[in-house]
């Protein structure tokens, strides 16, 4: 007679390894998409860097041969907050310097394109000013609400840009703003500068900050300009690279999700062909369609304020979540009501030693398809 060993039977332990495999799959994409921003080649790293730029694109000739008038801007960013997942309130200060020898009539001051102008309106007050040999430094004071696009597929493993977008308000002149970048201790590729050292961050920490250049080309001539849509401009921005804290939606989203796979298994468990065993476990398929009802309304309801969050968006990744749970509940659902109601011919294996393929499988079938998801998206 053998007797059997206790302890794990070695089929769980192969679901188990299985399982561990894939989550560690899992887990890796995470990794590297977490530690995955690269820094952005075109950044604006010294004065030799702006030159090069506006000489190799044109900027710093003209069709009537007058050279620009450069203004070097510095940024310092003293907060930032998301309102909505467009919206971002920023406060701090912006300078400039004007030499003595520029047009009487050029004025002073920035425009930021993108300012939302709400109830608060934007508020940009003038700071301070400082006169030096023959030049003067300007300050201003800026509050503004900036609207944004950002690209939220990735959540809650995403990186975000947030862009400082300034213009001169003199739409007379060939005014190109440079950045003051001697302002600054150090502005090299992967140097945090132009930002509060103790700035705090709901839920983001600072990856990257730089100056760059985009060029754009618009179809207007805003009045002052005789060839409407020849005019590309050289827009000055001032970038912060947000890098999401993971732990909030982690707590949020991911642990009670987890406990919903896990009290599903542990109703796919009660599931039985045996009679005794079922009034052992109190299993019946009304109870067990019941209990699958009231977990999918749960989900629903975590699902349905997650896409509160980013209306208008597409699915995002932690979106895949949920729809895998939501198949999940079906089949656990739809196999509970085959233990009474038979399985066709070819399906009939199912239901062998009480279904033990689909509870050997239920594990590595959810993280396998995790797995799969994650490959495919990172």
């Known amino acids: 007679m053998t007797v059997p060993s206790p302890g794990f039977p070695p089929r769980w332990r ?9 989550a560690a799959v899992v887990g890796f994409q995470w990794w590297r998409a977490h530690v995955g921003y690269q820094p952005v080649l075109e950044q604006l790293t010294s004065p030799a860097d702006t030159a090069a730029y506006l000489n190799e694109n044109g900027f710093l000739g003209g069709e009537d041969a007058r ?10 960013v003293q ?3 998301f309102r909505t997942p467009n919206d971002v309130h920023l406060t701090g200060y912006i300078w400039q310097r004007y030499d003595d020898d520029l047009p009487d009539d050029l004025s002073r001051g920035v425009v930021f394109p993108e300012s939302v102008r709400g109830d608060a309106g934007e508020r940009t007050e ?13 300050g201003w004071h ?3 609400t900036l609207r944004q696009w950002f690209d939220y597929d990735d959540y809650p493993i995403d990186h975000k840009t947030v862009w400082l977008r300034l213009w001169h308000p003199d739409f007379t002149h060939r005014v190109i703003l440079v950045p003051d970048l001697a302002s600054y201790a150090a502005t090299g590729i992967g140097d945090t500068f132009g930002i509060e050292p103790g700035i705090v961050l709901d839920g983001w920490s600072i990856v990257d900050t730089f100056f ?19 005019l590309v401009f050289p827009e000055l921005h001032f970038n912060a690279v947000l890098e999401r804290q993971f732990l909030d939606p982690f707590v949020i989203h991911m642990v009670p999700l987890f406990v919903v796979v896990v009290l599903l298994f542990g109703m796919l468990m009660t599931v039985t062909v045996d009679g005794d065993k079922a009034k052992k476990f109190g299993f019946t398929t009304l ?4 209990a699958c009802s009231g977990l999918f309304f749960l989900v629903l309801l975590g699902h349905i304020q997650l896409r509160q969050r980013f209306t208008g968006y597409g699915i995002v990744y932690i979106e895949s979540f949920y729809l895998l749970i939501y198949i999940l509940i079906l089949l656990v659902a739809v196999f509970s009501f085959s233990t ?12 062998r030693n009480d279904g033990d393929i689909v509870k050997l499988a239920f594990w590595p079938v959810t993280f396998g398809a995790l797995a799969l998801i994650a490959l495919a998206w990172f």
């Open 79 to 81: 907060s930032l907050v």
């Open 142 to 144: 800026f509050d503004i």
């Open 14 to 22: 192969i679901s188990l390894l299985v399982t561990v495999l894939l």
């Open 287 to 290: 109870s067990m369609v019941g």
């Open 67 to 76: 050279p620009p008038i450069l203004i070097p801007t510095g940024v310092f």
């Open 212 to 230: 760059a250049y985009r060029g754009v080309q618009y179809d207007t001539g805003f009045g002052v300009h005789d060839r409407p849509g020849s």
């Open 126 to 138: 003038i700071a301070y000013r400082k006169r030096g040999d023959g030049y003067e430094i300007i």
């Open 340 to 351: 009474t109601h038979g399985l066709p011919r070819r399906l009939r294996f199912l239901h």
